[in-house]
T-cell receptor, first 119, second 109 residues
């Protein structure tokens, strides 16, 4: 597709429910990121994949958060037993591979986000 | 831990004015600095990427500079237009970005 797509765009969950958020990356983008954006704040890093490998999950706030990218393309962020503090916009970003040996990275492209509201 | 600060938090200017948005970061060992705009209820739109070896980048009416030694970047917008109204975010880092809270810009017709 032309850009990063995310679904659903909006999700309302009752406290304690499990949710799954999907990210479809730009074709050929091997790097994929999940960020969480609370109201009035900048995005905060959650986790990073290169192809199917999850190389950094240091930003996941608790063990209720789980992300996967089994075939190195589509990624799913799962939140178990949702809590009200999980309410936020979840953003996915992808990036094409850079040149071997480069000391910099290419730009990240963001999807429209999924707005999660936990009641 | 990288911390990014954006000043001012909000800015209102009349149409046609030139303006500067500021971004400062605490860890100068960054690989990239990227500027984005975010419209209400939308995702982030990439504006400019400055790689670690670069000092500035330009796109149309936008010019971004990077001074790693002082931990600062600026985004200059020339001849502002009402369509420029949005929140502007800077992200600094390596493979992942650390963001500031953004500057909310309003351009008044």
């Amino acid at each position: 597709g032309a850009g990063v797509s995310q679904s659903p765009r909006y999700k309302v969950a009752k406290r304690g429910q499990d949710v799954a958020l999907r990210c479809d990356p730009i074709s050929g983008h091997v790097s994929l990121f999940w960020y969480q954006q609370a109201l009035g704040q900048g995005p905060e890093f959650l986790t990073y994949f290169q192809n199917e490998a999850q190389l950094d999950k240091s930003g996941l706030p608790s063990d209720r958060f789980f992300a996967e990218r089994p075939e190195g393309s589509v990624s799913t962020l799962k939140i178990q037993r949702t809590q009200q503090e999980d309410s936020a916009v979840y953003l996915c970003a992808t990036r094409e591979p850079g040149l071997a040996g480069s000391s910099s990275y290419n730009e990240q492209f963001f999807g429209p986000g999924t707005r999660l509201t936990v009641l | 831990k990288q911390e990014v600060t954006q000043i001012p938090a909000a800015l209102s200017v009349p149409e046609g004015e030139n303006l500067v948005l500021n971004c400062s970061f605490t860890d100068s060992a960054i690989y990239n600095l990227q500027w984005f705009r975010q419209d209400p209820g939308k995702g982030l739109t990439s504006l400019l990427l400055i790689q670690s070896s670069q000092r500035e980048q330009t796109s149309g009416r936008l010019n971004a500079s990077l001074d790693k030694s002082s931990g600062r970047s600026t985004l200059y917008i020339a001849a502002s237009q009402p369509g420029d109204s949005a929140t502007y975010l800077c992200g600094a880092g390596s493979y992942q970005l650390t963001f500031g809270k953004g500057t909310k810009l309003s351009v008044i017709p």
